[in-house]
């Protein structure tokens, strides 16, 4: 099921972007998205937050929750990048530039894991 509702969802996104950000809706593309990111990134937090208090059996890390902040800003970045071609450009190259993405990931671990990928 996720399967699916992925892709659909990043594609009612770009058409979203595409839409919203038009002189007679009015939206700002950046504005949107870093508003959208902060808001589900601090309820994200609140979430892990409740977790780790409730929880007793794992231990907060300050080192993996401040790795995690700045890998997530870093996300949030790219992810209003990505927001703003959509919105000004041609959708093609900016969802093809954004799948290459999970190539490359797999790449790096290959190299860094010393171990090459499988003929499957």
Do not use: R
């Not at 998205?33 to 601090?42: A, D, P």
């Not at 902040?69 to 969802?95: E, N, Q, R, W």
């Amino acid at each position: 099921m996720m399967g699916f509702l992925t892709p659909v969802s990043f594609t009612m996104f770009a058409i979203n972007t595409k839409y919203l950000p038009q002189p007679s809706v009015g939206f700002d593309a950046i504005l949107m998205s870093f508003s959208s990111y902060i808001v589900s990134n601090f309820v994200i937090l609140i979430v892990a937050l409740l977790y780790w208090y409730n929880d007793g059996t794992y231990k907060f890390s300050k080192y993996c929750f401040w790795l995690g902040f700045i890998s997530s800003s870093f996300h949030t970045i790219g992810c209003v990048g990505m927001t703003k071609a959509y919105s000004i450009g041609p959708d093609g190259p900016v969802a093809a530039i954004c799948g290459i993405c999970n190539v490359g990931l797999v790449f790096v671990e290959a190299v860094k894991t010393w171990k090459w990928l499988s003929n499957l």
